[in-house]
């Protein structure tokens, strides 16, 4: 009884035309960063087969294979379609400069991109928002002064600069954590490793959730009900409970989003400093080394990250706000039809009243 409750919630607050609208056009973007994802190996200088081949001895025959593996004989969309159809079966490849499949290399590194990631969001939730409310609630004192600088030195900071601080400081100078490496396993070895990393990749974007807190907190407190709810004495702390940060969920939640795309992208500087081999690093070497089909997978599969977690997030919004679900517009008046009165309001609109004296 209990699940069939909660499936029918769960429809009643996603409804199927709205998760449709959004999975289209989640499909929609993926398909045109697809189509420039692929336009990476037609902007690459030179011929495409010799690229593709790489160090190897450019021979006639050696080219002329390439060109057949890779349809470089076909039409530009022919070639495409062949392309797209063998990443959506996961096959992307020959890495040109190991020579090992390009979804194996992708696959070693992914798990550790992914726990540097997880940790870099948990501290920028766990600092970003209890400053952002504090700031908030305490806007234009000096505790909301006091957390927008930090929050302006933050983002200032570059993440590399802010991982080298923290090693200075953390392993050289106290040594409490490794200075570098992925450790060993999965276990604790593998997160004293990965703490630093994960600090300087939060701190990057903390500024970001620090913000987007604040400015939600301040509109939800000038709001009415809030008003109403101070007047009929309900306590402070209920107010903020139960009516500020319940109105922030949706803006923090999309800043959240923001946030995910920002430390996908931090992880290329911070996996440098803190020599992890991770998506970063890979991408780093294979843009040096002119690695083509891994840099084209590395892209298409960020490029699909942030785009499912976006969709996640207006999957979501109806979920927390029940005002942000589909539903049907009012109709527009016709021209010269009689005004439709508010019950306890003036006309809405349509021709103008007579005056009835």
Not at 25 to 51: C, E, I, N
Not at 315 to 321: C, K, R
């Amino acid at each position: 009884m209990t699940a069939v409750r909660a499936g029918a919630r769960l429809r009643a607050g996603l409804p199927l035309g709205f998760v449709l609208r959004r999975v289209a056009g989640t499909a929609v973007l993926l398909l045109v960063l697809s189509v420039a994802v692929f336009a990476l190996l037609q902007a690459a200088p030179g011929d495409p087969a010799r690229t593709l081949l790489g160090p190897r001895s450019a021979t006639p025959e050696a080219l002329s294979a390439v060109r057949a593996r890779h349809h470089l004989d076909s039409p530009l969309a022919a070639q495409y379609g062949y392309w797209l159809s063998d990443a959506v079966r996961l096959d992307l490849g020959t890495s040109i400069r190991t020579g090992e499949s390009v979804a194996s290399a992708i696959g070693d590194r992914l798990a550790l991109t992914g726990q540097l990631v997880g940790l870099g969001l948990l501290v920028a939730l766990v600092l970003g928002l209890p400053l952002g409310v504090l700031a908030g609630v305490r806007n234009r004192r000096t505790a909301d002064r006091t957390v927008q600088s930090l929050a302006v030195v933050a983002l200032s900071t570059p993440a590399f600069a802010g991982g080298l601080v923290l090693i200075y400081v953390f392993s050289l100078m106290l040594g409490w954590f490794p200075a570098y490496g992925p450790g060993e396993g999965s276990g604790g070895d593998r997160l004293a490793h990965l703490v630093l990393p994960g600090v300087a990749l939060g701190l990057a974007v903390t500024a970001v959730l620090v913000k987007l807190t604040r400015a939600a907190v301040v509109g939800e407190l000038e709001r009415e009900h809030v008003t109403f709810a101070r007047a009929r004495g309900v306590r402070e702390r209920d107010i903020l409970l139960h009516y500020v940060l319940r109105g922030t969920l949706v803006p923090v939640l999309t800043g959240v989003s923001l946030v995910i795309a920002y430390l996908l992208a931090g992880t290329v500087m911070v996996e440098q400093v803190f020599a992890l081999p991770g998506l970063g690093s890979l991408l780093v070497d294979s843009v040096t080394f002119r690695d083509v089909p891994v840099v084209q997978a590395e892209a298409l599969l960020l490029a699909a990250l942030v785009c499912v977690a976006n969709l996640v997030t207006d999957l979501a919004q109806p979920l927390l706000d029940p005002r942000l679900r589909s539903a049907p517009a009012p109709k527009a008046p016709r021209p010269g039809a009689p005004a439709v009165r508010d019950v306890a309001g003036p006309a809405v609109s349509g021709a103008p009243e007579k005056d009835g004296r």
